[in-house]
């Protein structure tokens, strides 16, 4: 591994700023240009309770809404490949309770439904409900939402619409998009930290999140929904270390093939990340964000070929097609308190990865 001393020195400056500003307990940042890593560093902690734990550079994240595009995205992808899945399958072919039967897959995955953007369905349907009945009490609630526009003209950014494409992954897979994701993409692609509801030995090396009365989360998925639909939302829910989204991302920059092992077409990914009808600006594609001047997402690097996601817990990930440059940013922010902000760290470490790229 190449490290470009100037580089890490700022990265390590601007995440010890964010640490005393109380933006993060704590960061992992990863920043390269294709196969060529020149910034690993980790820094601050990645507990504070039940005890004070450093940061590593193999800490395991809680992913958050990264999850919507590197496992649940992905493996939607891959079953229109094999033509078990359309882009134009209208939601109610395999939800029939779905009010709305000009509402599409492709709908669902560019944000643009109509759905709106989150329900809290442990407040509303309550703990009592027993574990195997929340996916189909969950799935019928969303299906009975009333929509908050026309589909396909405008955006609302909807964890309950990448709930819905989970739960049809299921119907059309008869397989969970969690075995689907570890079979056909973390596999391939030597993620061997990547998954959800980690094992005990990696909750040993997970960043902590919520400070909850009945202790921290640790190893467990933040998200309300994801949690209580057993861990594998498909909105949150995976797991997740920076080298391992660095091989992601550098798949994502091959157009679909990393080391011999292919996990989309050339065509697919070309399809995936193109502009989609109601976003804004065009900042949506098929579950990514794409790169604009005014979105303070791209943390600094707003090229219109840079391409990425973000995550509630504090993470991020995103690449820029014409450079190559790489963008790793895992923040455990939520340990400290929701109202933590990593914005600032985001748009500085951002900065400093463009002015390498130039």
């Not at 809404?65 to 072919?93: F, P």
């Not at 391939?188 to 990696?202: A, I, K, Q, V, W």
């Not at 900042?283 to 604009?292: A, M, S, T, V």
Request: charged share 25%; glycine share 10%.
């Amino acid at each position: 591994m190449r490290t470009d001393a100037k580089l890490a020195e700022a990265v390590h400056g601007a995440i010890e700023d964010a640490i005393a500003t109380g933006q993060t307990p704590g960061a992992v940042c990863l920043i390269a240009r294709g196969d060529e890593t020149l910034c690993l560093d980790a820094v601050g902690e990645r507990s504070w309770e039940p005890g004070r734990l450093p940061m590593e550079p193999d800490t395991v994240f809680d992913m958050a809404s990264v999850t919507k595009v590197v496992a649940t995205t992905t493996v939607v992808m891959q079953l229109v490949e094999r033509g078990v899945l359309s882009l134009e399958d209208a939601v109610q072919r395999w939800l029939p309770e779905f009010r709305d039967g000009r509402v599409t897959l492709r709908h669902l995955l560019a944000h643009s439904s109509g759905l709106p953007a989150h329900r809290n369905y442990p407040t509303l349907l309550g703990y009592e409900v027993p574990p195997e009945e929340r996916w189909e009490r969950v799935v019928g609630e969303i299906c009975r939402l009333p929509q908050e526009y026309e589909p396909g003209e405008g955006t609302i950014y909807s964890c309950l619409g990448f709930i819905l494409l989970t739960h049809i992954v299921r119907l059309a897979s008869e397989r969970g998009v969690e075995d689907l994701s570890r079979e056909r993409v973390f596999g391939p692609l030597g993620m061997g930290d990547t998954g959800f509801c980690p094992s005990r030995e990696l909750t040993g090396r997970c960043a902590a999140t919520e400070r909850l009365p009945e202790g921290v989360l640790l190893g467990d998925v933040h998200d309300e929904n994801s949690r209580y639909l057993g861990g594998a939302g498909g909105n949150a829910g995976l797991f997740s270390t920076a080298t391992d989204l660095w091989r992601f991302m550098r798949m994502i920059l091959a157009y679909g093939e990393l080391d011999g092992a292919r996990v989309l077409r050339p065509e697919t990914v070309e399809m995936m990340l193109e502009p989609q009808a109601g976003a804004p600006d065009g900042r949506r594609c098929i579950g990514w964000r794409l790169g604009h001047a005014t979105d303070p997402h791209m943390h600094g690097a707003p090229t219109p070929e840079s391409v990425g996601h973000t995550g509630y817990t504090g993470t991020c990930v995103w690449a820029d097609r014409a450079s190559g440059m790489i963008v790793i940013l895992l923040a455990n922010r939520v340990h400290s308190s929701r109202e933590a902000d990593v914005e600032q760290m985001r748009r500085e470490i951002g900065a400093i990865a463009a002015e390498v790229a130039e």
